[in-house]
C-alpha cells in the first residue's frame, strides 16, 4: 500500500513522540543516577573572597550529602562574568555548577556584552545574603548614619569599595544620589583588603562593603565604626549597628548574596535533587553559626523561591544601576 502525505505525518508525529519518551526516560535515569561522579563549583571570584569562602563552606556538607567530591575551581575576572560565561555553556548534567553573587543580577544590566542571558541559568539555591553597610574609621566623630550624612550636606565627601560595579558600589551610589541627596566621590580600590585598611587609616571618609566582606569583624574589634546596615533589622553580629532606617532612610534595603546556579538546559529532576541536597546542608547548626559569625544569614528555599529571589534581584539591581547611570563596556 502506498504511503499517502496524511500516514507519513501521523507516523513522524509517532516517531516525535516516542523521541520525546525515549529522551524524557534517559533524563529520568540520569537523575536516579547523579551524582556519578565529582561535582564542580566555579566560583566567579578569587580565593579568599565572599563567594568562594561560602562555596567552600557549603561545598563541604554537599559532598558528604551526595557522597561525592565537591571540587571548587576559581574562576575570576570581569566581574564573575568569566565563570558565568563558561557555565552558562557547559554540559547541562548537573556536575558543573557556577558559585557567584549578587553580581550575577547586577552585571546583566551593568555590562553591555556579558556572553549570557538570566535564562541560561537554572537558580538551584541562594545559600546566603549579607546586608551593604557604610563603615568608617573608629575616630571618625560621626556616631550615627544620620550624623554623617547631615555633615556630608556642608562638605564634600568621598567612599570607596573593592572595585566598579559591584553591589557595595552600586547600593552606595544610589543610597547618596536618590535617597539621602548629598554628594559623594567614588574611590575604588583593587580588592577588600586595600579598601578596608584605607578607610581604617583614614586615607577615605567611608566604606561600603557588605558586613559578611570583613567588616563586621572590624566592627566587633573595634577598628571601625559601623555607622548603619541596610537590612530590615539588626545583624546579631553586630547588634549595636542600626538600620538604615533607624537612622532616617526607611526606604532602602540591600544586600548581597551568594547563589548556586546551573546551565539552563539541567535536567529539573537533577536540579531538585541539588536544590534538596544544599537544604539538607544549610540546616547543620556549626554551618550556620560559623555564616552568622562572619556577617552572612544563611538562606532557605525550593528551588523555584531560589529561582523566583533570583529574577526579582535581577529587577531590583537593574533599577539601582539605572538610576545611577552606570554602565560597562
Not at 509517532?14 to 526516560?25: E, H, I
Not at 550529602?65 to 570581569?78: D, S
Not at 545559600?127 to 550615627?144: K, R, W
Not at 547631615?150 to 569599595?161: E, L, S, V, W, Y
Request: proline residues 5%.
Amino acid at each position: 500500500m502506498p504511503i499517502n502525505s496524511r500516514m507519513l505525518c501521523r507516523w513522524a508525529g509517532m516517531t516525535a513522540v516516542a523521541a520525546c519518551l525515549s529522551g524524557a526516560v534517559i533524563g529520568s535515569a540520569a537523575a536516579q543516577d547523579f551524582p556519578a561522579r565529582d561535582v564542580t563549583f566555579v566560583v566567579g571570584f578569587a580565593p579568599g573572597g565572599v563567594a568562594d569562602t561560602v562555596a567552600r563552606l557549603v561545598g563541604q556538607g554537599l559532598s558528604t550529602k551526595l557522597g561525592r567530591t565537591v571540587v571548587v575551581e576559581n574562576r575570576g575576572g570581569a566581574g564573575g562574568n568569566i565563570a558565568a560565561s563558561s557555565v552558562s555553556r557547559a554540559n547541562p548534567d548537573g556536575y558543573t555548577l557556577l558559585v557567584t553573587t549578587t553580581a550575577l543580577a547586577i552585571n546583566l544590566t551593568l555590562r553591555k556584552n556579558n556572553g549570557f542571558a538570566a535564562g541560561d541559568f537554572k537558580t538551584v539555591a541562594v545559600v546566603a545574603s549579607s546586608p551593604e553597610s557604610l563603615v568608617t574609621s573608629a575616630n571618625n566623630p560621626a556616631n550615627s548614619l544620620a550624623d554623617f550624612v547631615k555633615a556630608a550636606k556642608d562638605k564634600p565627601i568621598n567612599f570607596g569599595t573593592a572595585g566598579v560595579g559591584s553591589g557595595s558600589h552600586i547600593a552606595a551610589e544610589y543610597f547618596f544620589k536618590n535617597i539621602a541627596h548629598i554628594k559623594a566621590q567614588h574611590i575604588p580600590f583593587q580588592g577588600g583588603a586595600p579598601a578596608m585598611n584605607a578607610v581604617m587609616g583614614n586615607q577615605i571618609d567611608l566604606l561600603a562593603t557588605t558586613l559578611g566582606g570583613g567588616a563586621a569583624a572590624q566592627i566587633a574589634a573595634g577598628k571601625l565604626k559601623g555607622l548603619g546596615v541596610a537590612s530590615a533589622k539588626r545583624v546579631s553580629v553586630v547588634p549595636n549597628v542600626p538600620t538604615y532606617a533607624e537612622a532616617g532612610f526607611p526606604k532602602f534595603e540591600a544586600s548581597s548574596w551568594v547563589g548556586i546556579f546551573a546551565p539552563a538546559k539541567t535536567d529539573p529532576a537533577i536540579v531538585a535533587k541539588l536544590n534538596a541536597a544544599v537544604e539538607e546542608v544549610m540546616k547543620d547548626p556549626k554551618l550556620q553559626a560559623k555564616l552568622t559569625s562572619i556577617g552572612f544569614d544563611p538562606m532557605h528555599g525550593s528551588q523555584s523561591e531560589a529561582d523566583s529571589y533570583f529574577r526579582a534581584e535581577v529587577a531590583n539591581w537593574g533599577k539601582m544601576v539605572k538610576a545611577v547611570g552606570l554602565s560597562i563596556n
